[in-house]
Nanobody
Framework: QVQLVESGGGSVQAGGSLRLSCAAS????????MGWFRQAPGKEREFVAA????????YYADSVKGRFTISRDNAKNTVYLQMNSLKPEDTAVYYC?????????????????WGQGTQVTVSS
């Protein structure tokens, strides 16, 4: 059983920064690609960023490219999402997830374990 626990969410003004963390249990963390998704009120959950198992490849949604950075520390079983230049439209619950089949980075169906989410609120 894998558990993912997000932290680091909060309230920030537009233009500010936050760093989200996702701590994973289990010994196989370093074998899997990981991803971040978000869900805004009244909207479907959407892909934000993903990172390969080694950390060597990263992928971003166009809406966050150049502002967000995904990274991981396999020694700590943790994946991070550094969010800079935040905008009100970034307000959402952010989830980390494990990519089980790795056929796609942006499809929710490729991810088998999910965290409980952490709220990010950006005010204008």
């Amino acid at each position: 059983q894998v558990q993912l626990v997000e932290s680091g969410g909060g309230s920030v003004q537009a233009g500010g920064s936050l760093r989200l963390s996702c701590a994973a249990s289990g010994r196989t963390f370093s074998s899997y690609d990981m991803g971040w998704f978000r869900q805004a009120p009244g909207k479907e959950r959407e892909f934000v960023a993903a990172i390969s198992w080694s950390g060597g490849r990263t992928y971003y949604a166009d809406s966050v490219k150049g502002r967000f950075t995904i990274s991981r520390d396999n020694a700590k079983n943790t994946v991070y999402l550094q969010m800079n230049s935040l905008k009100p439209e970034d307000t959402a619950v952010y989830y980390c997830a494990r990519n089980r089949w790795e056929r796609s980075r942006s499809l929710e169906s490729e991810y088998d374990y999910w965290g409980q989410g952490t709220q990010v609120t950006v005010s204008s």
